[in-house]
């Protein structure tokens, strides 16, 4: 925690209670200089009491304004979850909530006090080794288990299961649901390939007989139809999952990457190894 940078929010107007708020909560994990923010999303927005979705909303406002910078990524418990910093030249432009008012001098009248070398308490200095602290000492908030956060790292492979799923229903508590499945190491693709089988399955069935997909994701009904929907490295629905999320920028969560479906996605997607690599976020 960084008093200094506290200080600064806190006399500095951000334009909205929410943003501030969340700029402050950040201040209070971050070293003098502004960096090391790394903080679940989840429990911003239950330490703030807001929404998740408040607080995604409130970060990308504060991006936009300049205040804080993406940095990088830092690995946790259950992927990886983002690294910010503060822009404290950006933060100390902002106009001040209580504007500087004239010196006690020029409304006392009172003299300038003399220098004090003596100590207030008349005691001497008290020596101190030096000892090399990094700038994150322990007493900064470290990321807890980030499977909260995993659903935003999920969307493309999401959106490819609920397009697929033949009874989708209550999207949020579905979207929960497939990122604890792929935090828990399943792999995005045999879970759409599984949802494409459930469907063909019952294809002519009424819907009311088919199960929400949210309860499907938790009984884990992928297993069912694992024999049809385990890639052999050249299938493409698998294959150009991966590659459309590696060339969007996103994450590949689950398992390592077999041979063949490396082997495809340079072959047959021009993606370079380095590419495969750098994307890759084991579970």
């Known amino acids: 925690m960084s008093n200094i940078v506290s200080a ?3 006399k500095r107007k951000v334009g909205s209670p929410t943003r501030k708020g969340i700029l ?14 790394w903080t679940s999303k989840a429990t911003m927005a239950r330490d703030l009491e807001m929404g998740k979705r408040t607080v995604q909303v409130g970060i990308d406002d ?18 990886f979850t983002i690294e910010y910093r503060l822009n ?3 933060i100390k432009a902002l106009e001040a909530t209580n504007p500087d ?4 001098s020029e409304t006392t009248r009172a003299g300038d006090a003399p220098v004090q070398d003596a100590h207030p308490t008349r005691a001497g200095d008290a020596p101190q080794d030096v000892q090399e602290v990094h700038p994150n000492h322990t007493g900064t908030i470290q990321e807890p288990v980030c499977a ?26 579905t979207e929960r649901a497939f990122a604890q499945a792929v935090v828990d190491g399943a ?15 019952e294809k002519g069935n009424e819907r ?3 199960k929400h997909s949210a309860n499907w994701l938790k009984a884990q009904g992928w297993l069912d139809h694992e024999a049809g929907s385990k890639s052999d490295g050249s299938s493409g629905d698998v294959v150009d999952l991966y590659a459309g999320l590696i060339k969007a920028g996103k994450r590949v969560f689950g398992p390592k990457l077999s041979d063949e479906v490396r082997s495809a996605l340079m072959s047959r997607h021009g993606l370079t190894a380095e590419a495969i690599d750098a994307a890759q976020v084991a579970a």
């Open 88 to 90: 404290l030249a950006a």
């Open 148 to 173: 909260a956060d995993a659903a935003q790292h999920t969307h493309p492979a999401f959106d490819e299961f609920w397009k697929a799923y033949p009874r989708p229903k209550d999207r949020d508590g």
């Open 187 to 201: 792999d995005p693709g045999a879970i759409i390939a599984g949802a494409k089988a459930y469907a063909a399955e």
């Open 8 to 10: 600064l929010v806190q």
């Open 208 to 210: 009311q007989y088919l």
């Open 101 to 104: 008012r004239p010196k006690r």
């Open 62 to 79: 504060l991006m936009n304004q300049g205040l804080i910078s993406e940095v990088g990524t830092r690995r946790c418990a259950h992927g």
């Open 24 to 37: 402050m909560f950040m201040a209070s994990c971050a070293s003098d200089d502004g960096s090391g923010v």
